[in-house]
T-cell receptor, first 111, second 111 residues
Framework: EADIYQTPRYLVIGTGKKITLECSQT?????MYWYQQDPGMELHLIHY???????EKGDLSSESTVSRIRTEHFPLTLESARPSHTSQYLC??????????FGQGTRLTVV | QKEVEQNSGPLSVPEGAIASLNCTYS??????FFWYRQYSGKSPELIMS????GDKEDGRFTAQLNKASQYVSLLIRDSQPSDSATYLC???????????FGTGTRLTIIP
C-alpha cells in the first residue's frame, strides 16, 4: 500500500485567490497523477508526471498547473480560483504496472 | 466508444448473495485491468488487478478477464453491507502510463 498524503483535506476559499494543493508520497514512485472528481461523478485525469521535471496534461482540460521538482512531491496550483473549480482533487502515484494508489483527496470549495 | 464502459447501476443485491459487476473495454486499452472500491466521500481503493485471461481470486472477490470478448468482471461472494460502495473499473493504456476509469457502478447490499 502506498503512503500518499494530500493537504489540505478541505479548503474553502474566495474567488480570485491563488491556491496550491499539496501531494507527497513516500514510496519513491516515479509516476504521479492528479484526478478531479465531482460528487457522484466519474474521475477525470487532469495532470500526470512520469518523473522529475516531467509533466503532461491529462484528458480533461484544466486551468491548473503542476510541477515535479522532487520525486516525492507533486503540487497542483490554481492561479485564480473560480467557483467552477469547486470539486474534489485526488492525487495518486504508481510504481509502474500494478495500478495506482490514491491519497485521501482535497475537497475544494470556491465561494 | 468509450475506452472503458460500465453499467452505472445502481445494483442492489441481498446480503449473502453474489454481486456481479461488469466492464467492457475498447481496443485502445491494454490488457491490464483494475477494480477500485470507492465509499461515498472517500478516495478510490485498489481491490483487484488482473492481467491474464481467466479468473483471479482474492478472498470473497474474483476478477474475470475475457480478452476475446473484451470484458472484465468482478464477483463478490457472500455480499456484506460493508460492500456497499461504488466500484470503478480501470484499464491501462498500452504504455501503462495512465489509467482510464469507467463511470462506476453503485452497489447496495440489502440486509
Amino acid at each position: 500500500e502506498a503512503d500518499i498524503y494530500q493537504t489540505p483535506r478541505y479548503l474553502v476559499i474566495g474567488t480570485g485567490k491563488k491556491i496550491t494543493l499539496e501531494c507527497s508520497q513516500t514510496m519513491g514512485h516515479d509516476k504521479m497523477y492528479w484526478y478531479q472528481q465531482d460528487p457522484g461523478m466519474e474521475l477525470h485525469l487532469i495532470h500526470y508526471s512520469y518523473g522529475v521535471n516531467s509533466t503532461e496534461k491529462g484528458d480533461l482540460s484544466s486551468e491548473s498547473t503542476v510541477s515535479r521538482i522532487r520525486t516525492e512531491h507533486f503540487p497542483l496550483t490554481l492561479e485564480s480560483a473560480r467557483p467552477s473549480h469547486t470539486s474534489q482533487y485526488l492525487c495518486a502515484s504508481s510504481a509502474g504496472t500494478g495500478g495506482i494508489f490514491f491519497g485521501q483527496g482535497t475537497r475544494l470549495t470556491v465561494v | 466508444q468509450k475506452e472503458v464502459e460500465q453499467n452505472s447501476g445502481p445494483l442492489s443485491v441481498p446480503e449473502g448473495a453474489i454481486a456481479s459487476l461488469n466492464c467492457t473495454y475498447s481496443d485502445r486499452v491494454s490488457q491490464s485491468f483494475f477494480w477500485y472500491r470507492q465509499y461515498s466521500g472517500k478516495s478510490p481503493e485498489l481491490i483487484m488487478s488482473i492481467y491474464s485471461n481467466g479468473d483471479k481470486e482474492d478472498g470473497r472477490f474474483t476478477a474475470q478477464l475475457n480478452k476475446a470478448s473484451q470484458y472484465v468482471s468482478l464477483l463478490i461472494r457472500d455480499s456484506q453491507p460493508s460492500d456497499s460502495a461504488t466500484y470503478l473499473c480501470a484499464g491501462a493504456n498500452f504504455g501503462n502510463e495512465k489509467l482510464t476509469f469507467g463511470t462506476g457502478t453503485r452497489l447496495t447490499i440489502i440486509p
